[in-house]
């Protein structure tokens, strides 16, 4: 047991009560934003006369040597120490002697792991982001390559009307445009340093804290309030909201390619490389990578319930409970970062049977209403252009045809309106290429998209 405190204790700490409480086994791997903040606050120490410019200089570089040996295997964080800041300072330590004791001055663990955590979800929703900018890149590859391939679009999982692969790949891209925007939110609002709040009410010593929020990247400066500094999770709750809809973008994105990619779609065909097979039955070639996407989806809305949960019930400022916040927040990071990159894997490689989804969009009657939008555009109300495609949709059916097989006669006995011109009016290109309403599916107003999806990936990296 290797502790930072002690000295008002009668007797030791219980093992299972000094495991339960450790948190070494999960916080180490903020070594290096806690060495961070350490260089940051003992560099402010030394700058404001609070401790000597000696002191100041031998802990920084006892710090980056700490830093160097972990990074290269040399130094091992064990779980003798109870977490990373007593690791760090007990080395440190060791390491340069009393100077390393004048570290904690006018600093708590408790604006100590706050700054620490800050800095390291700071880090990773970057990482997040920049993993979604190459999922992003992947889509508009698939989008440019598209625009012309037409396939059917549901409601309800039925035959609704014809669009085409590049639009519908476009809408996961606005879904995973919003994604970023809300990173990008959440960076802005949570740029204030904690540092320099103690545990609770701030300090006597003439600490400058604009300094270490300089030193560190905070945009907005020092946070306003030491005591909502050091029981603030706010910023990790939100990046793990952000997460949980992350999440259901893929697992909606992996439900449509899991079906797509049965015998009964074909509409894609996943790479070997992202597929697995049966033990038992030699044909199968299953999309797992999918569905695990779909999976862990639950267990990173777990995270955002289980911090929330922890959260609520907490009086200011610091409480024990708050430890409670790292593991569930780790595992969602990781989770949704391995997500993404095999996604991105599988999406990079799947093979698109555009000649399956073109037949696909041709029947099912994709085109009825385009149909009585015909009838509509020659003065027919609409109301009562759907009643008389709806009989005909009612005829093909008993007849087992598409509407595109009626013979003039047979469109003539609902409609004397009906001319020679339905054909061309119905035809799947005609269908697609005249919706061109502002974030339809026609070539041209898609094209407006990619331009706008070009400029944006650019500006965004
Ligand atoms: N391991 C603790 C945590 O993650 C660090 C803060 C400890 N502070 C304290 N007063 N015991 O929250």
Redesign the pocket.
Known sequence: MAQLWGGRFKNGTDQNAYDFNA?ITF?RRMYREDIQGSIAHATMLGEAGIISDDDAHAIVEGLKGILEDVESGKLEITSKYE?I?SFVEAVLTERIGDAGKRLHTGR???D??ALDMKLYTRREIKSVDEKLARLQKALLTIIENNLDTFMPGFTHLQKAQPVTLAHYMGAYMEMFIRDRARLADIIKRMNSCPLGSG?LAGTTYPLNRKRTAELLEFDLGPTRNSMDSVSDRDYLIEFLDALAIIMMHLSRFSEEIIIWNSNEYRFVEIDDAYSTGSSIMPQKKNPDIAELVRGKTGRVYGALISLLTTMKGIPLA?D?D??ED?EVAYDAMDTVSGCIELFTGMIETIRFRKDVMEKSAKNGFTNATDAADYLVKKGVPFRDAHGIIGRLVLKCLDEGKALDDLSLDEWKSESEVFEDDIYDAISLQTCVEKRLTDGAPGHAAMQKNVDYYKSYLKVND
Do not use: E, F, L, T
């Open positions: 948190s916080d977490d800041h708590s663990r408790n100590q792991v545990a610091y024990k708050m430890q790292k």
